[in-house]
């Protein structure tokens, strides 16, 4: 069951409307005024109960570091509550994702992903359930200035519709006993 969900983005008005920023932009959809209060130098809040538990809720945590620092939150979160690392679920950005696909995933490798990878190296676990959300590979030039640059007009005009279905299928495994991975990313256009 995921108790924690840990939205993975960079701080600074400039990567507000990145890609690599996508998992913040589902958190303010999602969850647009979730009461947060600053702890583990991250952002945190209680959103709703879990149905299965009764009265837990779910949390939601934005570190407040770059993208690959944020382990260091997530890390101290999972630790204060008590946390496995299969209770946790991680929503970003995702290159090996065609843009308009999402896929829950649990464990499995981090495809080069630099917040994944200090997750991991803060959980000392790679076990995580992970929210992908697809954002394709740049047809031409690096990939660090690719997820580092807004959407383009087409892609940000279905960008609310794709960021509905993430949020629909993170509720869907939030309540669920046991969630389950995606046998194949779901297309969203």
Request: with cysteine; charged share 25%.
């Amino acid at each position: 069951m995921i108790r924690l969900v840990c939205f993975l983005g960079n701080p600074g008005n400039e990567y507000r409307f990145t890609r690599h920023n996508v998992g913040w932009m589902l958190l303010d959809a999602a969850f647009p005024d979730p009461g947060f209060r600053g702890k583990f130098n991250a952002d945190i809040a209680e959103v709703f109960p879990i149905r299965e538990q009764g009265s837990e809720k779910l949390r939601v945590l934005r570190p407040a570091q770059y993208m690959n620092r944020s382990g260091e939150s997530i890390g101290r979160a999972a630790a204060f509550f008590q946390l496995e690392a299969k209770e946790l679920c991680i929503v970003h950005d995702d290159l090996e994702l065609p843009y308009g696909s999402i896929a829950l995933k649990r464990g499995g490798g981090l495809g080069g992903h630099n917040g994944l990878r200090s997750v991991k190296s803060a959980l000392g676990d790679a076990n995580f359930f992970r929210l992908r959300i697809g954002i394709g590979r740049p047809q031409h030039g690096k990939v660090d200035s690719f997820v580092l640059s807004r959407f383009n007009p087409d892609e940000e005009a279905v960008l609310p519709r794709v960021l509905q279905a993430a949020g629909r299928r993170l509720e869907e495994a939030v309540h669920a006993s046991e969630p389950a991975s995606d046998s194949a990313p779901i297309q969203i256009f």
